[in-house]
Structures are given as structure tokens and as C-alpha cells.
């Protein structure tokens, strides 16, 4: 197969533009870009390669490229590719796909800041990423004492509205009321904006402008209001080290790297203040370090993060001139840095330092859940080490919406593209034994469907939903719940998985249909601490699939109800509107502009769920 891939490479266009490495499957094993598409893809066949090109070679059957308009677009579409197939032979930034935003709508007249994991909102500005979703939740926590801000959907002011807690509560200031003045509320989100970047200064200067302004204007209780936060945001900067003599931007960077594993770690200066840290994790293959750091900083700096530092400190020098791409997504110049004294190399070997630190806490954390797996092997005296985990929970409101749902745990770390739900059917009263074996037989039918679809050829694995199947079955219950686990997987061929049930509360492990005799873990143990992990987590997954499956009937059952909304429309409006709440903060023109619907309908809609409000406070008055 190589001479094929070398006879289409010797034609491919010598122009710039990435190529694809694909195997017999139409996997996507390695995503590169050339100036010149010709002489890059050749050089991979020349004599002595390297023992990554030649693994590629070895495995790929296909030979795919796209031509761009330069090297910088080239740049581009490789990191998105990248992104998109996390190819096995490139450095992969893992779990990039969900690295959580602050997003600020600045499109809109009062613009809201919201918790983001997607960047596909043109009129917005992004700040991020953030490693961990907690740490988004806990700035938002924090940005709302210092610069209240609305989070609500729907067009504002909005007639008769009432306010919400938070305006209560002096978190926002209720611009959905009228009670705020666009200009006023515009410079509050500014100073919130400049504040995520680290323009710490001028947000001081804002507030102490602010705080004057109210003071000339006899408006004492809006002073002090600002004074207060004046004083919250200069103790944040009491807490923030200075590592910069001047007040200068830069982004510190640094890899490290142990086998397959490897983390970049980034240190982000701003105004000579060091105010914060990412930490990724990266999957090696084969790289060298060099190889590492220059993939890292394309997908990095090329799709992911959303501000660019003036200055950017780095190890070492990449392999590629990535300047051109920087600036065509920052606006302005990047410079490069490799220090070799000052503070800025004391600023690297800090990065260098807190890098390996990051990279041995992930490396310590695989092996404890690797020893968990194998003590809970042999507690449960199971023929292997159970890799793949699943758990599975019910969940309804005396039999009310009955729902189902599975998690995977691979490893023992959840695999949540592998979490599936099951809808069930209502019984009218509860029954959680037909809701399993309703579950565990829809789920290993389709299992043993895609098994013959494999044998056939008609399935490759990666389209597979329901593969690979588990080393261990995990029920939320006790023996009875097991026991009809085990009956459907007898039923359907599934002998040989081995299937327990966990009880709340006493936290015993049940056989199936052996309710007399439970096994015990010790309750420091690591191996129970890991199959509570999958059963609260099916909990949690199952009583938020179930609070939705509600919501949305309800919803349903109201829209129902409405004058002019009928199957078609209503449907329409689910798809649009995930919640009531949602759908109730909706203005007219943005029910009008859901496909199906027209003026009249959603006024309609819009009275429906606003007509008592007004009749509440007519009341009220």
C-alpha cells in the first residue's frame, strides 16, 4: 500500500494545504499541513524514516489533502482537524472539545455573562479557557459582587416583568425592570470585561471615576457601593504575586513529558502580575519535545484560547514559524522568547517546575485507579481487571416519566461520550424491575446487533454505540435488581459479564438473587470508593435526564393548550425552548422567528405565559 500512497504523493499539487494519513477504516491517523503539499508528503517515503512515519506508513491506506490560500490557513484547518479527529499520531490536546468559556453577549443592549463551552456566538467575547468548569462557576460567583450583571434570556426591559432574586440580593440590577440605565450598565460590563483581562489598573481607575461621579452627585449609597468593591478587588490584588518589574502581558509556557503522557502547563502575566495558570494535558505519542511544544502552541494559541499576550516565554524555540498565524488571530504582533537569564527565565523554570508537578499528580492518580481496579478485582473475584465499568440507575416520580440511564467509567474515569439514556414507557405505577429489564434489554439486543454487524463488515468499531461490551455490571440496588440484570444478559447470550448490585446507605454488594449473602468492602477502600463513584454518578445522570423528561412534558401539555400551536408548532417550540423557563423569558420576535411559527402564534404564546403576571400585580396594587 506505501507504493500506492507514494505514486498519489509524487502528484499531489504543489501548493500549500494539509494532508490526511487515513487507515483501511477511514480513520484519520495523522493531520498535517506543508507550503507545499508535494515535497512535505514525499519526504515521508524517503529512505530511513523516522519510527513514527514509519508506523503511519505501515497502518494508513488512504491519502487525503485539502488545498488553503497560504501557510497561515493551512495552519488553521490543521489545528481544527486535529481537534475534530484527534488523529492517533498527533499531539492531542484531550478533552479539548469541552474546555469551559466566560462568554460575554457585548452584542446586546444589556449584555449577559454566561458559563460557555462552545465559541460559535460572532457578537460575543470569550475568555478562557478554564481547565476545570468550577473555576468558571466560582469567577461568575465572584464577578457578580464586583460588577452585578443579568444571566437571564429574552429581550429586556420587558413590560410588567418582575425581578428576580438576584436583584434582590444586589447581584443584578435589574435591567429586565428598567431599573438601570443602558449607558450605566454598559460601563459595569466593560470594567467585568477588562477585569477577566487582567487590566486590574484600569478597572481601578473606573471604579474610583464612578465612585467620585456618585459622590458629586449626592448619591452616597452608590458610592459606597463602589468603595466596596474598590476594596474587594484590591484585596484580590494583595493575594496575586508580582513577578514582572514592569506592568507588562506575557503567557509563560512549558511542557513535560513521562512515556505517553505529557502536560503544557501556561502562566498568564498581566500588568506584571502573575493572576493565573492552566494546566493541560496532553496525549505524547511519540513526540519529541519540541515536537510537542510546536503542536501545542498551533492548537492552543491557533483554536482554543481566546486572548493573545504581547509576549509569549517558551523553553525553546518551535519547529514552525507560527508568528503569522498568532496575528491573524490576535490582531497584533507576538513576540517570541527563549530567556536565558532575569526574571523571565525564573518565570520559565517556574512554569517547567509546575508542569512536571502537574504531570506526576496525573501520573500518581492513574496509578491509585489502576490499583482500585485490581483490588476490586480480586474482592469480587473477577477473571480480569475490570477496565470498562458500566452503571446503571432508574429514576421516576411514581411511575411517572420512568427513565433509565447507563455510565461508563473506562479506567476508573468516567467516559461520558459513552453515557447512554433510555426513555421508558409508564407502567402507571412504579416498577424499577421492568424498567431494568426493559433497559438491559435494549441495550444488549443492540449490542449483539452490532456484534453481527462487525462479523458482516457492515460496521466498523468506531461506529459501534454500544461496544465494547463491559468487564463489569453495576445496578443501583440490591439482589433483586441484580437478579434481573442477570436474567435478560442469560436471555440474550451475555453469560460470562459478571453483574452486582450496590445498595445505598448499608453500601454492600449484592450477587444476583442472593440477598443473604452481601459482600462487604472495607469503607476505606479504594475499590468501594470507585463503584460509589459509578453509582452516584448514574444517580445524578438519571435524576437529571428524569427533571428534564418532566419539564419538557409539562411544557408540552401547556403549549398544548395554547390557541393556533399544534403538533408541528409545538414540536418546533421544544426543539427551541429546552425549558419553561427558558420559553417564558422569550420576547415575541424571537417566538416568531422559530421555524413553523409566525406573529400571531407567538403572540399568542407570549400572552399565554404573561398575561398572569399582569393580572398578579393588578392584584397586587
Not at 479557557?129 to 443579568?150: C, I, K, N
Request: net charge positive; proline share 6%.
Amino acid at each position: 500500500m506505501s507504493k500506492e500512497l507514494m505514486h498519489k504523493a509524487q502528484k499531489l499539487p504543489a501548493e500549500p494545504g494539509v494532508y490526511l494519513f487515513k487507515d483501511g477504516e477511514g480513520r484519520v491517523l495523522y493531520v498535517g499541513k506543508a507550503a507545499c503539499l508535494r515535497q512535505r508528503v514525499k519526504s515521508y517515503f524517503q529512505a530511513h524514516p523516522s519510527p513514527k512515519v514509519e508506523a503511519i506508513l505501515r497502518r494508513a491506506s488512504e491519502l487525503d489533502f485539502v488545498l488553503t490560500g497560504n501557510e497561515v490557513e493551512a495552519l488553521i484547518l490543521e489545528a481544527n482537524l486535529i481537534k475534530r479527529y484527534r488523529p492517533r499520531y498527533n499531539v492531542v490536546l484531550k478533552d479539548d472539545k469541552s474546555y469551559p468559556y466566560i462568554k460575554v453577549t457585548v452584542g446586546e443592549d444589556y449584555p449577559r455573562v454566561l458559563f460557555a463551552r462552545r465559541r460559535d456566538d460572532p457578537t460575543a467575547r470569550y475568555f478562557g479557557p478554564y481547565t476545570r468548569s468550577g473555576a468558571v462557576y466560582e469567577t461568575l460567583r465572584f464577578l457578580r459582587t464586583l460588577f452585578p450583571y443579568r444571566s437571564c434570556s429574552g429581550i429586556v426591559p420587558r413590560p410588567n416583568s418582575r425581578p428576580c432574586l438576584n436583584y434582590h440580593i444586589k447581584r443584578c440590577p435589574g435591567p429586565c425592570t428598567g431599573a438601570v440605565d443602558p449607558e450605566e450598565y454598559r460601563r459595569n460590563i466593560e470594567a467585568l470585561c477588562l477585569f477577566l483581562d487582567g487590566r486590574y489598573r484600569q478597572v481601578i481607575r473606573r471604579l474610583q471615576q464612578e465612585m467620585r461621579r456618585a459622590a458629586r452627585e449626592l448619591a452616597f449609597e452608590r458610592a459606597a457601593l463602589f468603595r466596596d468593591r474598590l476594596e474587594a478587588l484590591e484585596l484580590v490584588l494583595k493575594r496575586q504575586r508580582v513577578v514582572a518589574p514592569r506592568a507588562e502581558d506575557l503567557d509563560v509556557v512549558a511542557v513535560a513529558r513521562q512515556g505517553d503522557r505529557a502536560q503544557a502547563v501556561v502562566l498568564l502575566v498581566r500588568e506584571g502580575r502573575l493572576v493565573g495558570q492552566e494546566s493541560l494535558a496532553l496525549s505524547a505519542a511519540t513526540a519529541e519535545e519540541v515536537e510537542l511544544l510546536t503542536e501545542f502552541l498551533k492548537q492552543y494559541y491557533g483554536v482554543i484560547a481566546s486572548s493573545f499576550p504581547r509576549q509569549l516565554v517558551l523553553p525553546c524555540f518551535p519547529e514552525e514559524d507560527l508568528t503569522e498565524l498568532w496575528r491573524s488571530r490576535s490582531g497584533h504582533e507576538v513576540k517570541v522568547l527563549v530567556p536565558r537569564r532575569g526574571y523571565k527565565k525564573e518565570l520559565e523554570e517556574l512554569a517547567v517546575k509546575n508542569a512536571w508537578a502537574a504531570l506526576n499528580e496525573e501520573v500518581l492518580e492513574a496509578e491509585a485507579r489502576t490499583q482500585s481496579l485490581v483490588e476490586l478485582a480480586g474482592a469480587l473475584g473477577l477473571a480480569r481487571v475490570p477496565y470498562r465499568i458500566e452503571g446503571y440507575d432508574v429514576s421516576h416520580l411514581q411511575g411517572v416519566a420512568p427513565v433509565a440511564v447507563m455510565v461508563v467509567f473506562v479506567g476508573g474515569k468516567p467516559h461520558k461520550s459513552s453515557y447512554r439514556r433510555f426513555a421508558l414507557i409508564a407502567s402507571g405505577h412504579p416498577d424499577d424491575y421492568r424498567a431494568l429489564r426493559d433497559t438491559f434489554r435494549r441495550r444488549f439486543t443492540r449490542a449483539r446487533q452490532e456484534e453481527e454487524a462487525l462479523a458482516q463488515g457492515k460496521l466498523s468499531p468506531s461506529q459501534a454505540k454500544f461496544l465494547p461490551l463491559p468487564d463489569l455490571v453495576l445496578v443501583d440496588g440490591g439482589a433483586g435488581q441484580a437478579g434481573v440484570a442477570r436474567e435478560v444478559l442469560d436471555e440474550l447470550g451475555f453469560y460470562d459479564l459478571p453483574v452486582f448490585g450496590l445498595a445505598k446507605e448499608e453500601e454492600k454488594l449484592y450477587l444476583p438473587h442472593r440477598a443473604a449473602d452481601p459482600i462487604v468492602l472495607p469503607r476505606r477502600s479504594p475499590a468501594l470508593h470507585l463503584l460509589q463513584r459509578v453509582r452516584d454518578e448514574a444517580h445524578r445522570f438519571a435524576l437529571g435526564f428524569h427533571r428534564r423528561k418532566c419539564e419538557r412534558e409539562s411544557l408540552r401539555s401547556q403549549l398544548a393548550d395554547i390557541e393556533g400551536i399544534g403538533p408541528t408548532r409545538l414540536s418546533a417550540l421544544l426543539r427551541a425552548f429546552p425549558s419553561l423557563e427558558v420559553l417564558r423569558a422569550a420576547g415575541v420576535e424571537e417566538l416568531a422567528r422559530v421555524p413553523g411559527m409566525n406573529r400571531p402564534a407567538a403572540e399568542a404564546v407570549y400572552r399565554y405565559f404573561h398575561e398572569g403576571e399582569s393580572n398578579d400585580q393588578a392584584d397586587r396594587c
